[in-house]
């Protein structure tokens, strides 16, 4: 039987509280949430962070990547299998990338599937979930094309201003089909075991899905 843990949104919002300390120690200038699951956690982490850190209007941007839901126009067997864009920063995205340190914002790291790419770009990848190598190669790109509009005597301090780091949610005590570089910051609310994670915004009934997740807590 596969064993589920529900979720609150008050659990995220105080492993996220918990977890500010650490991140604004990284002082991200910028935070990129990954659809769907990251929308909630960006928007509360940008609460904590601004009460902490000189950037009172962090800026919240959003992409959006499916791997285990169906896309129009795309077949059922690319679910689980191919990573499809949904939503990306702009036209301008490098422009909005290149020589911030940006935190991307997801709830789960679960295998990293999509990961398996990230030794081919440069140290600061990034993203985390199943949809994650996916977003960090494109991410890259944008980055790489907004450096050619510069001087080639220039690219190499912009490259190195440009930084990325990692916040997920929950992180899966399972085996990765990718590591991420060494010095990518990477922090995690907390490490879980090999779950269905169940969160509340994919509850029909919230109420019901909070007493089931009391439930279960007043049986641990």
């Given amino acids: 039987m596969v064993q589920h843990l529900r979720v609150t949104y008050n659990d995220i919002h105080n492993l996220i509280r918990k ?6 120690q990284y002082n ?8 769907g699951g990251g929308f909630f956690p960006a928007r509360v982490m940008r609460t904590f962070l601004r009460e902490v850190t000189e950037h009172k209007a962090l800026q919240i941007q959003a992409i959006g990547l499916s791997l285990y839901e169906p896309v129009e126009g ?3 067997e690319a679910i689980g299998q191919e990573v499809i ?18 935190l991307i914002v997801d709830e789960v790291d679960d295998t990293r599937k999509t990961l398996q790419f990230v030794a081919l770009f440069r140290v600061a990848s990034i993203i985390l ?19 050619l ?14 930084k990325f780091g990692i ?22 609310g907390a490490t879980v075991e090999d779950l269905w994670l169940d969160y509340p915004w994919e509850a029909i009934d919230i109420e019901a899905h909070d007493r089931d997740a009391a439930a279960d807590k007043a049986h641990d």
């Fill in 85 to 102: 864009r949904t939503q990306w920063l702009g036209p301008d995205s490098g422009k909005l990338l290149l020589g911030r340190r940006n």
């Fill in 167 to 188: 916040f997920v949610v929950h992180n899966k005590n399972k085996a990765k089909l990718a590591e991420l570089p060494a010095d990518t910051p990477y922090y995690a």
């Fill in 74 to 76: 795309t077949g059922v």
């Fill in 149 to 162: 509009k510069y001087p080639e005597s220039e690219r190499a301090a912009l490259r190195d201003a440009t």
């Fill in 19 to 24: 977890s500010t300390p650490e991140l604004a």
């Fill in 28 to 35: 991200p200038d910028l935070l990129v949430a990954i659809g």
């Fill in 129 to 147: 979930n199943s949809g994650s190598s996916y977003a960090l190669s494109e991410l890259q790109k944008d980055v790489e094309v907004e450096l």
